[in-house]
């Protein structure tokens, strides 16, 4: 065993943290600016000042570091999100507050944001694939179990009576939101935060039962 990893074996975990945080920024702005398939680990090594082999020991290769990347995402999503959706208001009252919570994560961290929906999931080795079934699917269904809430007390139109496609298409209209403003520059898009409260306004009166 070499030095350099007899050393990181003795330390203390706490003294790894800054290590790990700074391999997660550089692959994280690596991964985006140039692609997964198109980074090495070397180059990832590189951009955070440390070697090769501390992220082989830290992560296990650039697959597991993907997978950990988007995890620490979904994981501060689902967080924000179940605030709101755990709340003491009316169930639409908690859907509004939780789809408004979804959109300004998506706005206050967008290089996260960003990062989530930028990979073809298809293509993505089996840990990585795995993280989206389980932590992205915990994030939409919260959504989905306030919808199911609403549909229970008679709350949404009857044409909105599959909760799952509901939230489906909720999610969809919110996604689409927060791509539009981080992608079509020089438009004159009023302020966010007011887009925002808007957007979620018109769709939970489109299917809010009259």
Not at 27 to 51: K, N, P
Not at 53 to 80: C, P
């Amino acid at each position: 065993m070499g030095e350099s990893q007899a050393s990181v074996k003795r330390s203390p975990s706490s003294t790894l943290v800054p290590i790990r945080e700074r391999i997660l920024a550089a692959a994280r702005e690596l991964f985006l600016q140039e692609g997964f398939e198109g980074v090495s680990v070397r180059r990832i090594a590189g951009r955070a000042g440390c070697s090769p082999g501390m992220i082989s020991y830290l992560f296990g290769g650039k697959d597991q570091l993907l997978a950990r990347l988007v995890e620490n995402t979904f994981e501060k999503l689902e967080a924000r999100m179940a605030r709101h959706a755990a709340g003491e208001e009316d169930a639409l009252s908690r859907l509004r507050q939780t789809l408004d919570a979804y959109v300004q994560f998506g706005f206050q961290h967008p290089h996260e944001y960003l990062f989530l929906f930028t990979h073809a999931q298809q293509g993505l080795a089996p840990d990585v694939r795995s993280v989206f079934e389980t932590r992205g699917t915990a994030c939409f269904q919260r959504i989905q179990v306030l919808c199911e809430e609403c549909s229970a007390k008679g709350l949404l139109r009857k044409e909105f009576s599959d909760p799952g496609q509901t939230a489906q298409a909720l999610w969809a209209s919110v996604h689409g939101l927060i791509h539009l403003l981080h992608s079509a520059e020089g438009f004159p898009f009023a302020s966010r935060a007011r887009l925002a409260r808007q957007q979620v306004g018109i769709l939970l009166a489109g299917i809010r039962k009259l």
